[in-house]
């Protein structure tokens, strides 16, 4: 059985007169304040979509670990003293930047804070980041999971670029 559809609410019509109290607080939102609002929305969706995007890069490094240590571990008994170095080095490597990933998207670090003299965060994890693709190559398993770490890094160079205007942070 089909219910009958509530009344529409009363909408003032063109013989209704408008409420006093709510034309005058409309008037005084109006201006300078409404402008404010619009660029602090702005300013906080940006932010939120740049902590995003952070929180994907973490989690992505997350899972190109994963690969990468599954792919390890499948082939560990053939590993030379080389492949062991540069397993562990990865590994370390990894954890070095799902930590500045995190840290980034909690807002505790920005990819513009200076780590070491004129090196920011984005600069030293780009090493990191190479370190990491190289001694993953020198792993005798697949390649392919520790070229997937550019994807992380290709987002947050994209976050890092957007940013160019700001001033460095310390």
């Not at 006093?20 to 409309?26: H, I, L, N, T």
Request: charged residues 15%; contains cysteine.
């Amino acid at each position: 059985m089909a219910h009958p559809d509530p009344e529409p609410e009363s909408k003032p019509g063109p013989d209704t007169e408008p409420d006093p109290a709510a034309e005058a607080g409309s008037e005084a939102d109006s201006g300078t304040e409404a402008e404010v609002e619009v660029e602090e929305s702005a300013e906080a969706k940006q932010q939120r979509t740049i902590s995003r995007f952070l929180w994907y890069c973490s989690w992505l490094t997350v899972l190109t670990g994963v690969f990468l240590l599954s792919g390890m571990l499948q082939t560990f008994k053939t590993y030379s003293g080389l492949a062991w170095l540069g397993t562990v080095v990865a590994v370390l490597c990894l954890l070095a930047l799902i930590a500045a990933y995190v840290a980034c998207a909690r807002g505790q670090l920005t990819l513009r804070t200076r780590l070491l003299g004129p090196v920011d965060l984005f600069q030293l994890s780009t090493v990191v980041v190479a370190i990491a693709v190289i001694c993953g190559l020198l792993v005798p398993s697949s390649n392919t999971a520790a070229l997937a770490l550019l994807l992380p890094w290709a987002l947050t160079y994209w976050m890092y670029g957007l940013d160019r205007t700001k001033t460095p942070t310390t």
